[in-house]
T-cell receptor, first 111, second 113 residues
Framework: QKEVEQNSGPLSVPEGAIASLNCTYSDRGSQSFFWYRQYSGKSPELIMFIYSNGDKEDGRFTAQLNKASQYVSLLIRDSQPSDSATYLCAFLGSNTGKLIFGQGTTLQVKP | DTAVSQTPKYLVTQMGNDKSIKCEQNLGHDTMYWYKQDSKKFLKIMFSYNNKELIINETVPNRFSPKSPDKAHLNLHINSLELGDSAVYFC????????????FGPGTRLTVL
């Protein structure tokens, strides 16, 4: 089992729609979860982090965490073409302190 | 004012050569990392240093040797380059050991011919 599983996509949504990106992780002890955005040819940048079960909202972005199901998601409301990128899910290993990344989901927002 | 910078941005070299990638951060962070991103986009940690001390050393061939002369710099030297070393190498830094928010450099695309 991979440590972090994401659907590689591409996920295609029309402009203005809600994009839903999902991720499952293997480390039951992890307390810290992250979403990084990576534009093609660029470096990853942190857009959201979440530590507690439930929802965390920041502008058009909402991160959702369910530790019992070992599931974390990212919702992007009112998707814009500029949101087209690869979204990397990551968690901080509970015993290692390492940031473990998923393969990423490529999002395409079509005008 | 680049927060995390890497040089060179591109590196094309022959198998068997030795090369180095340099990284500098001006954020005042005390922890720095090297990541490798392969062609399938998996981003995997290789090493991390905290205040010049090696903290994380993943299962990486010993042809890869990091060096941190001070907490603002972390270099990566690779000996006897192989085809499979072709990837994008990212340097990153964070405040503290937990690495809650890591800031990434622009990456170095290494191509081994």
């Amino acid at each position: 089992q991979k440590e972090v599983e994401q659907n590689s996509g591409p996920l295609s949504v029309p402009e203005g729609a809600i994009a839903s990106l999902n991720c499952t992780y293997s480390d039951r002890g992890s307390q810290s979860f992250f979403w990084y955005r990576q534009y093609s040819g660029k470096s990853p940048e942190l857009i959201m982090f979440i530590y507690s079960n439930g929802d965390k909202e920041d502008g058009r972005f909402t991160a959702q965490l369910n530790k019992a199901s070992q599931y974390v998601s990212l919702l992007i409301r009112d998707s814009q073409p500029s949101d087209s990128a690869t979204y990397l899910c990551a968690f901080l290993g509970s015993n290692t302190g390492k940031l473990i990344f998923g393969q990423g989901t490529t999002l395409q927002v079509k005008p | 004012d680049t927060a995390v910078s890497q040089t060179p941005k591109y590196l094309v070299t022959q198998m068997g050569n030795d090369k180095s990638i340099k990284c500098e951060q001006n954020l005042g962070h005390d922890t720095m990392y090297w990541y490798k991103q392969d062609s399938k986009k998996f981003l995997k940690i290789m090493f991390s240093y905290n205040n010049k001390e090696l903290i994380i050393n993943e299962t990486v061939p010993n042809r890869f040797s990091p060096k941190s002369p001070d907490k603002a710099h972390l270099n990566l030297h690779i000996n006897s380059l192989e085809l499979g070393d072709s990837a994008v190498y990212f340097c990153a830094s964070s405040l503290g050991l937990a690495g809650i928010e890591q800031f990434f450099g622009p990456g170095t695309r290494l191509t081994v011919l």
